[in-house]
Protein backbone atom coordinates (compact mmCIF):
# COMPACT_ATOMS: atom_id res chain seq x y z
CA UNK A 1 0.00 0.00 0.00
CA UNK A 2 1.90 3.07 -0.98
CA UNK A 3 0.66 4.86 1.71
CA UNK A 4 2.87 3.16 3.79
CA UNK A 5 6.32 4.58 2.02
CA UNK A 6 5.11 8.19 2.97
CA UNK A 7 4.59 7.64 6.79
CA UNK A 8 8.02 8.86 8.18
CA UNK A 9 7.59 12.37 6.03
CA UNK A 10 6.63 15.30 7.69
CA UNK A 11 2.96 17.06 6.81
CA UNK A 12 3.37 20.30 5.90
CA UNK A 13 -0.57 20.76 6.31
CA UNK A 14 -1.36 22.89 10.08
CA UNK A 15 -2.20 21.51 12.95
CA UNK A 16 -5.64 23.10 13.92
CA UNK A 17 -4.51 25.66 16.63
CA UNK A 18 -7.09 26.61 19.23
CA UNK A 19 -8.67 30.00 19.51
CA UNK A 20 -7.78 32.51 22.51
CA UNK A 21 -10.64 34.12 23.58
CA UNK A 22 -10.42 37.82 22.11
CA UNK A 23 -12.41 40.83 23.00
CA UNK A 24 -15.62 41.58 21.67
CA UNK A 25 -15.65 44.70 20.29
CA UNK A 26 -18.88 47.44 20.87
CA UNK A 27 -20.22 46.92 17.25
CA UNK A 28 -20.22 49.23 14.27
CA UNK A 29 -16.44 50.83 14.91
CA UNK A 30 -15.85 53.75 13.70
CA UNK A 31 -17.34 53.26 10.14
CA UNK A 32 -16.00 56.12 8.57
CA UNK A 33 -12.10 55.38 9.34
CA UNK A 34 -12.57 51.69 7.80
CA UNK A 35 -14.24 52.30 4.82
CA UNK A 36 -12.23 53.15 1.69
CA UNK A 37 -14.44 53.64 -1.20
CA UNK A 38 -11.80 54.24 -3.62
CA UNK A 39 -11.63 50.40 -4.16
CA UNK A 40 -12.13 49.24 -7.68
CA UNK A 41 -14.61 46.73 -6.84
CA UNK A 42 -14.69 45.69 -10.80
CA UNK A 43 -10.97 45.13 -10.63
CA UNK A 44 -10.92 42.92 -7.79
CA UNK A 45 -13.40 40.53 -9.22
CA UNK A 46 -11.62 40.36 -12.14
CA UNK A 47 -8.74 39.18 -10.37
CA UNK A 48 -10.63 36.89 -7.80
CA UNK A 49 -11.66 35.01 -11.48
CA UNK A 50 -7.99 34.72 -12.81
CA UNK A 51 -7.71 32.81 -9.05
CA UNK A 52 -9.80 30.41 -9.80
CA UNK A 53 -8.28 30.14 -13.50
CA UNK A 54 -5.18 29.33 -12.05
CA UNK A 55 -6.49 26.49 -9.71
CA UNK A 56 -7.81 24.77 -13.46
CA UNK A 57 -6.99 20.83 -13.17
CA UNK A 58 -7.38 19.21 -16.60
CA UNK A 59 -6.59 19.84 -20.57
CA UNK A 60 -6.85 24.06 -20.35
CA UNK A 61 -8.54 26.04 -23.16
CA UNK A 62 -6.53 27.92 -25.48
CA UNK A 63 -7.86 31.41 -24.06
CA UNK A 64 -6.07 30.27 -20.79
CA UNK A 65 -5.01 33.47 -19.19
CA UNK A 66 -2.23 32.41 -16.39
CA UNK A 67 0.98 31.89 -18.53
CA UNK A 68 2.84 29.76 -15.70
CA UNK A 69 -0.13 27.23 -16.20
CA UNK A 70 -0.24 23.85 -18.25
CA UNK A 71 -1.90 21.47 -18.61
CA UNK A 72 -2.24 18.89 -15.88
CA UNK A 73 -3.61 15.45 -14.20
CA UNK A 74 -5.46 14.79 -17.77
CA UNK A 75 -5.42 10.86 -16.68
CA UNK A 76 -7.49 11.45 -13.95
CA UNK A 77 -9.98 8.44 -14.02
CA UNK A 78 -11.83 6.07 -12.01
CA UNK A 79 -11.23 2.46 -11.31
CA UNK A 80 -13.51 2.05 -13.89
CA UNK A 81 -11.98 4.72 -16.25
CA UNK A 82 -14.28 7.01 -15.85
CA UNK A 83 -12.93 10.29 -17.46
CA UNK A 84 -12.40 12.67 -14.34
CA UNK A 85 -10.19 15.06 -15.70
CA UNK A 86 -10.89 18.88 -15.10
CA UNK A 87 -12.04 20.50 -12.39
CA UNK A 88 -10.15 22.78 -9.76
CA UNK A 89 -7.40 22.00 -6.96
CA UNK A 90 -8.79 22.63 -4.02
CA UNK A 91 -5.77 24.45 -2.57
CA UNK A 92 -2.04 24.71 -2.30
CA UNK A 93 -1.65 21.45 -3.52
CA UNK A 94 -3.60 18.83 -6.12
CA UNK A 95 -6.39 17.32 -4.51
CA UNK A 96 -9.46 17.92 -6.28
CA UNK A 97 -12.55 18.19 -3.61
CA UNK A 98 -15.91 17.77 -4.65
CA UNK A 99 -17.24 18.84 -1.27
CA UNK A 100 -15.60 22.26 -1.00
CA UNK A 101 -16.13 22.90 -4.63
CA UNK A 102 -19.42 22.66 -5.10
CA UNK A 103 -19.94 25.00 -2.18
CA UNK A 104 -17.56 27.44 -3.75
CA UNK A 105 -20.02 27.25 -6.97
CA UNK A 106 -23.43 27.34 -5.26
CA UNK A 107 -21.83 30.60 -3.73
CA UNK A 108 -20.61 32.20 -7.18
CA UNK A 109 -23.64 31.26 -8.83
CA UNK A 110 -25.79 32.84 -6.02
CA UNK A 111 -23.87 36.12 -6.37
CA UNK A 112 -24.36 36.15 -10.22
CA UNK A 113 -28.31 35.31 -9.59
CA UNK A 114 -28.49 38.34 -7.26
CA UNK A 115 -26.11 40.98 -8.92
CA UNK A 116 -25.54 40.28 -12.67
CA UNK A 117 -25.63 44.10 -13.36
CA UNK A 118 -21.87 44.04 -11.38
CA UNK A 119 -20.71 41.46 -13.11
CA UNK A 120 -21.50 42.95 -17.07
CA UNK A 121 -20.16 46.17 -15.34
CA UNK A 122 -16.82 45.11 -14.51
CA UNK A 123 -16.82 43.07 -17.91
CA UNK A 124 -16.36 40.17 -16.39
CA UNK A 125 -19.99 37.77 -17.31
CA UNK A 126 -18.03 36.15 -19.64
CA UNK A 127 -15.24 35.09 -17.14
CA UNK A 128 -17.59 34.26 -14.33
CA UNK A 129 -19.77 31.83 -16.64
CA UNK A 130 -16.74 30.27 -17.29
CA UNK A 131 -15.66 29.52 -13.90
CA UNK A 132 -18.76 28.00 -12.90
CA UNK A 133 -19.11 25.99 -15.64
CA UNK A 134 -15.29 24.84 -15.41
CA UNK A 135 -17.05 23.10 -12.09
CA UNK A 136 -20.02 21.88 -13.00
CA UNK A 137 -18.59 20.05 -16.39
CA UNK A 138 -16.28 18.27 -13.67
CA UNK A 139 -19.41 17.50 -11.48
CA UNK A 140 -21.34 15.79 -14.26
CA UNK A 141 -18.51 13.86 -14.94
CA UNK A 142 -18.12 12.97 -11.25
CA UNK A 143 -21.80 12.26 -11.56
CA UNK A 144 -21.06 8.78 -13.30
CA UNK A 145 -24.52 7.13 -12.17
CA UNK A 146 -27.58 8.19 -10.71
CA UNK A 147 -26.30 7.09 -6.66
CA UNK A 148 -22.88 7.04 -7.86
CA UNK A 149 -20.52 10.49 -7.33
CA UNK A 150 -17.07 10.92 -6.94
CA UNK A 151 -15.63 13.18 -4.42
CA UNK A 152 -12.09 13.44 -4.61
CA UNK A 153 -9.20 13.01 -6.44
CA UNK A 154 -6.21 12.43 -5.18
CA UNK A 155 -4.52 11.41 -1.83
CA UNK A 156 -3.90 13.33 0.94
CA UNK A 157 -1.11 12.23 2.13
CA UNK A 158 1.18 11.42 -0.95
CA UNK A 159 0.02 15.00 -2.36
CA UNK A 160 1.51 16.40 0.84
CA UNK A 161 4.93 14.87 -0.42
CA UNK A 162 5.09 17.04 -3.62
CA UNK A 163 5.81 20.45 -4.18
CA UNK A 164 6.22 21.73 -7.37
CA UNK A 165 4.16 22.41 -10.50
CA UNK A 166 0.87 20.15 -11.41
CA UNK A 167 2.37 20.03 -14.76
CA UNK A 168 5.06 18.02 -13.82
CA UNK A 169 3.29 15.71 -11.00
CA UNK A 170 3.74 12.05 -11.36
CA UNK A 171 2.27 10.76 -7.99
CA UNK A 172 -0.66 8.29 -8.55
CA UNK A 173 -4.07 9.96 -7.96
CA UNK A 174 -6.52 7.43 -6.56
CA UNK A 175 -10.24 8.57 -7.03
CA UNK A 176 -13.07 7.55 -3.99
CA UNK A 177 -16.31 7.82 -4.45
CA UNK A 178 -19.86 7.57 -2.67
CA UNK A 179 -22.76 5.16 -3.27
CA UNK A 180 -26.04 3.62 -2.27
CA UNK A 181 -24.00 1.53 0.07
CA UNK A 182 -21.68 4.47 1.59
CA UNK A 183 -23.76 7.33 0.96
CA UNK A 184 -22.79 10.82 1.49
CA UNK A 185 -26.30 13.23 1.79
CA UNK A 186 -23.49 16.13 2.32
CA UNK A 187 -21.93 15.84 -0.67
CA UNK A 188 -24.56 14.70 -2.61
CA UNK A 189 -26.69 17.55 -1.49
CA UNK A 190 -23.92 20.31 -1.94
CA UNK A 191 -23.73 19.32 -5.16
CA UNK A 192 -27.20 18.88 -6.21
CA UNK A 193 -27.45 23.24 -4.83
CA UNK A 194 -24.73 23.90 -6.94
CA UNK A 195 -25.44 22.45 -10.26
CA UNK A 196 -29.08 23.25 -9.77
CA UNK A 197 -28.19 27.11 -8.69
CA UNK A 198 -25.64 27.11 -11.81
CA UNK A 199 -28.59 26.00 -14.07
CA UNK A 200 -30.50 28.85 -13.22
CA UNK A 201 -27.35 31.21 -14.78
CA UNK A 202 -27.19 29.29 -18.04
CA UNK A 203 -30.49 29.19 -18.97
CA UNK A 204 -29.71 32.48 -20.95
CA UNK A 205 -26.94 31.46 -22.06
CA UNK A 206 -27.21 28.07 -23.19
CA UNK A 207 -30.83 26.24 -22.89
CA UNK A 208 -29.73 22.81 -23.38
CA UNK A 209 -26.95 22.57 -20.62
CA UNK A 210 -28.63 24.24 -18.42
CA UNK A 211 -31.29 21.64 -18.42
CA UNK A 212 -28.68 18.65 -18.52
CA UNK A 213 -27.07 20.34 -15.46
CA UNK A 214 -30.84 20.30 -13.31
CA UNK A 215 -31.00 16.72 -14.35
CA UNK A 216 -28.14 16.10 -12.38
CA UNK A 217 -28.92 18.09 -9.53
CA UNK A 218 -32.82 16.55 -9.23
CA UNK A 219 -30.83 13.21 -9.28
CA UNK A 220 -28.04 13.84 -7.23
CA UNK A 221 -30.20 15.31 -4.55
CA UNK A 222 -32.79 12.17 -4.24
CA UNK A 223 -29.77 10.06 -3.92
CA UNK A 224 -28.79 12.35 -1.39
CA UNK A 225 -32.16 12.59 0.47
CA UNK A 226 -32.95 8.86 -0.11
CA UNK A 227 -29.68 7.21 0.82
CA UNK A 228 -28.58 9.34 4.22
CA UNK A 229 -24.75 9.52 5.52
CA UNK A 230 -21.86 11.45 5.88
CA UNK A 231 -19.48 11.13 2.97
CA UNK A 232 -16.44 11.41 5.54
CA UNK A 233 -17.35 7.90 6.58
CA UNK A 234 -16.99 6.68 2.63
CA UNK A 235 -14.63 9.07 2.04
CA UNK A 236 -11.77 8.27 4.63
CA UNK A 237 -8.94 9.82 2.70
CA UNK A 238 -10.54 13.51 3.71
CA UNK A 239 -11.31 12.73 6.96
CA UNK A 240 -8.11 15.01 8.62
CA UNK A 241 -8.69 17.56 6.71
CA UNK A 242 -12.23 18.59 6.13
CA UNK A 243 -15.26 18.02 8.48
CA UNK A 244 -18.81 17.97 8.25
CA UNK A 245 -20.63 17.40 11.01
CA UNK A 246 -24.11 17.91 9.75
CA UNK A 247 -26.15 16.65 6.40
CA UNK A 248 -29.56 18.46 7.28
CA UNK A 249 -28.83 21.93 6.00
CA UNK A 250 -27.38 20.81 2.81
CA UNK A 251 -30.73 18.59 2.25
CA UNK A 252 -32.28 22.12 2.78
CA UNK A 253 -29.85 23.67 0.61
CA UNK A 254 -30.17 21.39 -2.10
CA UNK A 255 -33.80 21.59 -1.77
CA UNK A 256 -33.82 25.30 -1.86
CA UNK A 257 -32.07 25.28 -4.92
CA UNK A 258 -33.67 22.91 -6.61
CA UNK A 259 -37.54 24.73 -5.76
CA UNK A 260 -35.59 28.28 -7.01
CA UNK A 261 -34.22 26.39 -10.42
CA UNK A 262 -37.80 24.73 -10.92
CA UNK A 263 -40.97 26.04 -8.79
CA UNK A 264 -42.05 23.14 -8.29
CA UNK A 265 -43.24 23.10 -4.77
CA UNK A 266 -42.53 19.70 -4.08
CA UNK A 267 -38.51 20.80 -3.06
CA UNK A 268 -39.72 23.88 -0.93
CA UNK A 269 -42.36 21.13 1.31
CA UNK A 270 -38.87 19.28 1.21
CA UNK A 271 -37.00 22.10 2.34
CA UNK A 272 -39.79 23.33 5.12
CA UNK A 273 -39.81 19.42 6.58
CA UNK A 274 -35.52 19.50 6.82
CA UNK A 275 -35.42 22.93 8.21
CA UNK A 276 -38.16 21.67 10.80
CA UNK A 277 -36.58 18.37 11.09
CA UNK A 278 -32.98 19.11 11.65
CA UNK A 279 -33.67 22.35 13.56
CA UNK A 280 -31.90 24.93 10.94
CA UNK A 281 -33.83 28.02 12.99
CA UNK A 282 -31.24 28.09 15.41
CA UNK A 283 -28.77 31.01 15.26
CA UNK A 284 -25.40 29.66 14.08
CA UNK A 285 -22.12 31.33 14.38
CA UNK A 286 -20.54 31.49 10.83
CA UNK A 287 -21.50 30.90 7.40
CA UNK A 288 -18.81 28.41 5.25
CA UNK A 289 -18.65 25.11 3.66
CA UNK A 290 -19.24 23.05 6.63
CA UNK A 291 -22.15 24.97 7.98
CA UNK A 292 -24.58 26.51 5.94
CA UNK A 293 -27.60 26.66 8.29
CA UNK A 294 -27.42 30.77 7.90
CA UNK A 295 -27.57 30.17 3.94
CA UNK A 296 -30.70 27.92 4.12
CA UNK A 297 -32.40 30.78 6.55
CA UNK A 298 -31.79 33.95 4.25
CA UNK A 299 -32.28 31.57 1.11
CA UNK A 300 -35.48 30.60 2.47
CA UNK A 301 -36.35 34.07 3.56
CA UNK A 302 -35.61 35.42 0.24
CA UNK A 303 -38.09 32.13 -1.81
CA UNK A 304 -40.65 32.04 0.53
CA UNK A 305 -40.89 35.00 2.80
CA UNK A 306 -42.22 33.87 5.98
CA UNK A 307 -41.84 35.90 8.87
CA UNK A 308 -40.42 33.22 10.94
CA UNK A 309 -37.45 32.61 8.18
CA UNK A 310 -37.10 36.32 7.99
CA UNK A 311 -36.41 36.39 11.78
CA UNK A 312 -34.08 33.31 11.97
CA UNK A 313 -31.61 35.69 9.12
CA UNK A 314 -32.27 38.78 10.58
CA UNK A 315 -30.83 36.87 13.82
CA UNK A 316 -28.05 36.09 12.15
CA UNK A 317 -26.76 39.09 10.70
CA UNK A 318 -27.50 40.94 13.91
CA UNK A 319 -25.86 38.80 16.08
CA UNK A 320 -22.68 39.04 13.39
CA UNK A 321 -23.01 42.85 13.13
CA UNK A 322 -23.26 43.48 16.89
CA UNK A 323 -21.91 40.42 18.73
CA UNK A 324 -19.30 38.78 16.98
CA UNK A 325 -16.00 38.72 18.38
CA UNK A 326 -13.94 41.25 16.19
CA UNK A 327 -10.00 42.15 15.93
CA UNK A 328 -9.47 45.48 17.58
CA UNK A 329 -9.30 46.93 13.94
CA UNK A 330 -12.43 45.47 13.03
CA UNK A 331 -12.58 42.71 11.30
CA UNK A 332 -14.83 39.63 11.69
CA UNK A 333 -13.11 37.02 14.21
CA UNK A 334 -14.60 33.72 13.92
CA UNK A 335 -12.05 31.08 13.17
CA UNK A 336 -8.02 31.49 13.21
CA UNK A 337 -8.23 29.15 10.07
CA UNK A 338 -9.81 31.27 7.00
CA UNK A 339 -10.63 34.07 8.95
CA UNK A 340 -11.19 36.79 6.18
CA UNK A 341 -12.94 34.31 4.38
CA UNK A 342 -15.24 33.70 7.52
CA UNK A 343 -15.51 37.32 7.24
CA UNK A 344 -16.31 37.56 3.81
CA UNK A 345 -19.01 35.01 3.74
CA UNK A 346 -20.82 36.55 6.06
CA UNK A 347 -20.76 40.10 4.30
CA UNK A 348 -21.94 38.36 1.44
CA UNK A 349 -25.01 36.92 2.89
CA UNK A 350 -25.86 40.04 5.08
CA UNK A 351 -25.84 41.65 1.73
CA UNK A 352 -28.38 39.38 0.30
CA UNK A 353 -30.54 39.81 3.47
CA UNK A 354 -30.35 43.22 2.79
CA UNK A 355 -31.36 43.12 -0.22
CA UNK A 356 -34.78 41.61 0.86
CA UNK A 357 -35.74 44.08 3.21
CA UNK A 358 -34.40 41.31 5.84
CA UNK A 359 -34.21 43.10 9.24
CA UNK A 360 -34.97 46.66 9.41
CA UNK A 361 -31.23 48.15 9.35
CA UNK A 362 -30.06 47.50 5.73
CA UNK A 363 -28.14 50.49 5.88
CA UNK A 364 -26.17 48.47 8.76
CA UNK A 365 -25.76 45.26 7.27
CA UNK A 366 -24.68 47.42 3.74
CA UNK A 367 -21.80 49.29 5.79
CA UNK A 368 -20.92 46.17 7.57
CA UNK A 369 -20.18 44.32 4.70
CA UNK A 370 -18.51 46.74 3.12
CA UNK A 371 -15.98 47.56 6.28
CA UNK A 372 -15.56 43.68 6.44
CA UNK A 373 -14.51 43.74 2.62
CA UNK A 374 -12.39 47.08 2.98
CA UNK A 375 -10.31 45.54 5.63
CA UNK A 376 -9.08 42.62 3.33
CA UNK A 377 -8.86 45.03 0.71
CA UNK A 378 -6.23 47.01 2.54
CA UNK A 379 -7.77 49.43 5.21
CA UNK A 380 -5.22 48.69 8.13
CA UNK A 381 -2.52 49.06 5.64
CA UNK A 382 -2.31 46.11 3.92
CA UNK A 383 -3.98 43.97 1.19
CA UNK A 384 -4.86 40.43 2.09
CA UNK A 385 -5.76 39.89 -1.93
CA UNK A 386 -2.41 38.75 -3.82
CA UNK A 387 -1.54 41.19 -6.51
CA UNK A 388 -3.90 43.61 -5.71
CA UNK A 389 -3.46 47.39 -3.22
CA UNK A 390 -0.65 48.23 -1.35
CA UNK A 391 2.09 45.85 0.54
CA UNK A 392 -0.36 42.66 -0.55
CA UNK A 393 0.92 39.05 0.00
CA UNK A 394 3.92 37.56 -1.46
CA UNK A 395 4.17 34.29 -0.11
CA UNK A 396 0.97 32.98 -0.30
CA UNK A 397 1.53 29.18 0.38
CA UNK A 398 0.14 27.93 -2.95
CA UNK A 399 2.61 25.15 -4.78
CA UNK A 400 2.48 26.11 -8.63
CA UNK A 401 3.36 30.24 -7.83
CA UNK A 402 6.04 29.08 -5.76
CA UNK A 403 7.77 27.83 -8.92
CA UNK A 404 10.39 29.66 -11.42
CA UNK A 405 9.67 29.80 -14.80
CA UNK A 406 9.83 26.62 -17.01
CA UNK A 407 12.34 25.00 -17.50
CA UNK A 408 13.87 25.30 -14.17
CA UNK A 409 12.91 22.86 -11.81
CA UNK A 410 10.69 22.93 -8.89
CA UNK A 411 10.65 21.58 -5.56
CA UNK A 412 10.91 21.39 -1.77
CA UNK A 413 13.85 24.16 -1.83
CA UNK A 414 11.03 26.36 -3.21
CA UNK A 415 8.67 25.76 -0.41
CA UNK A 416 11.83 26.74 1.53
CA UNK A 417 12.61 29.82 0.02
CA UNK A 418 11.90 33.27 2.02
CA UNK A 419 11.62 34.61 -1.13
CA UNK A 420 8.15 36.20 -2.89
CA UNK A 421 6.35 33.52 -5.00
CA UNK A 422 7.99 33.85 -8.42
CA UNK A 423 4.54 33.62 -9.87
CA UNK A 424 2.15 36.16 -8.31
CA UNK A 425 -0.83 34.30 -7.92
CA UNK A 426 -3.60 37.24 -8.85
CA UNK A 427 -6.64 37.22 -6.82
CA UNK A 428 -6.28 34.45 -3.94
CA UNK A 429 -7.24 35.93 -0.79
CA UNK A 430 -5.32 34.33 1.81
CA UNK A 431 -6.25 33.03 4.80
CA UNK A 432 -5.75 35.89 7.11
CA UNK A 433 -4.37 37.86 10.42
CA UNK A 434 -4.36 36.94 13.56
CA UNK A 435 -7.02 38.20 16.28
CA UNK A 436 -4.90 40.90 16.65
CA UNK A 437 -4.45 41.99 13.37
CA UNK A 438 -0.97 40.45 12.95
CA UNK A 439 -0.29 38.49 9.44
CA UNK A 440 3.00 36.97 8.91
CA UNK A 441 3.67 36.72 5.18
CA UNK A 442 5.21 33.41 5.08
CA UNK A 443 4.98 30.49 2.96
CA UNK A 444 5.62 27.98 6.35
CA UNK A 445 2.83 29.93 8.09
CA UNK A 446 -0.60 28.42 6.36
CA UNK A 447 -2.52 29.84 9.24
CA UNK A 448 -1.82 33.23 8.08
CA UNK A 449 -0.38 32.62 4.12
CA UNK A 450 -2.92 29.04 2.75
CA UNK A 451 -5.18 29.95 -0.11
CA UNK A 452 -7.97 27.53 -0.96
CA UNK A 453 -10.84 27.95 -3.43
CA UNK A 454 -13.53 28.08 -0.95
CA UNK A 455 -12.15 31.13 0.18
CA UNK A 456 -12.64 33.23 -2.77
CA UNK A 457 -16.18 31.96 -3.01
CA UNK A 458 -17.87 34.28 -0.48
CA UNK A 459 -15.62 37.19 -1.12
CA UNK A 460 -16.02 37.01 -5.49
CA UNK A 461 -19.74 37.83 -4.52
CA UNK A 462 -19.24 40.16 -1.63
CA UNK A 463 -17.75 42.17 -4.13
CA UNK A 464 -20.46 41.89 -6.94
CA UNK A 465 -23.33 42.94 -4.16
CA UNK A 466 -21.25 46.00 -3.42
CA UNK A 467 -20.21 46.73 -7.06
CA UNK A 468 -23.94 46.87 -7.44
CA UNK A 469 -24.88 48.93 -4.66
CA UNK A 470 -22.25 51.75 -6.01
CA UNK A 471 -23.64 51.21 -9.57
CA UNK A 472 -27.06 51.21 -8.22
CA UNK A 473 -25.89 54.75 -5.91
CA UNK A 474 -26.91 52.78 -2.75
C1 LIG B 1 -12.06 26.37 12.84
O1 LIG B 1 -11.92 25.82 11.56
C2 LIG B 1 -11.40 24.51 11.54
C3 LIG B 1 -11.18 24.14 10.09
O2 LIG B 1 -12.29 24.46 9.29
C4 LIG B 1 -12.35 23.57 12.26
O3 LIG B 1 -11.84 22.26 12.28
C5 LIG B 1 -12.55 24.08 13.68
O4 LIG B 1 -13.51 23.28 14.32
C6 LIG B 1 -13.00 25.52 13.67
N1 LIG B 1 -13.06 26.03 15.02
C7 LIG B 1 -14.13 26.68 15.47
C8 LIG B 1 -14.02 27.18 16.87
O5 LIG B 1 -15.13 26.88 14.81
C1 LIG C 1 12.10 36.21 5.90
O1 LIG C 1 12.78 37.36 5.43
C2 LIG C 1 12.37 38.57 6.06
C3 LIG C 1 13.04 39.75 5.41
O2 LIG C 1 13.83 39.40 4.34
C4 LIG C 1 12.71 38.48 7.53
O3 LIG C 1 12.32 39.69 8.19
C5 LIG C 1 12.02 37.30 8.16
O4 LIG C 1 12.40 37.15 9.51
C6 LIG C 1 12.35 36.02 7.39
N1 LIG C 1 11.51 34.98 7.93
C7 LIG C 1 11.97 33.75 8.17
C8 LIG C 1 11.00 32.79 8.78
O5 LIG C 1 13.11 33.40 7.91
Same mark, same amino acid.
Given at each position: ????? @? ?19 ? =? ?7 ? *? ?12 ? +?? =?????? #? ?22 ? &????? #? ?31 ? !? ?22 ? /? ?7 ? /? #?? @? ?16 ? $? ?42 ? !? ?5 ? *? ?23 ? &?????? +? ?20 ? =? ?48 ? $? ?9 ? %? ?35 ? !? ?29 ? $? ?5 ? *????? &??? $? ?22 ? *??? %? &? ?7 ? @? ?6 ? +? ?7
Amino acid at each position: MKLDL @FVTCVTILPAILIISTCRTNA =FIVDVKNVT *DKSHDYAEVIKLSL +LY =FEAQRS #GKLPKDNRIPWRGDSAVNDRGPNC &EDLSG #GYYDAADFVKFTFTTAFTTTILAWGVISWPKAY !IAANQLDEIYKTIKWATDYFIKCH /VSKNVLYGQ /V #GD @FMSDQMYWGRPEEMTICR $PAFKIDAEHPGSDLAGETAAALAASSIIFRSVDRDYSLWCLQHA !IELYEFA *DTYRGFYLEAITNAKEFFSSTDYGD &ELAWAA +LWLFSATRDHKYLEHALHHYQN =FRLDKRPNEFFYNNKIAGVQVLLAQLEGRSEHQEAARAFCDFSVQKQKRT $PKGLLYINKTG %TLSHAANVAFLCLEAADFGIGDSRLIYRQFAEEQIAY !ILGSTGRSYVVGYGKNSPKQPLHAASSCPDR $PAPCGWA *DYDKN &ESN $PQILYGALVSGPNENDEFNDHREE *DIY %T &EVLINYNAG @FTSALAGL +LQLQLDGL
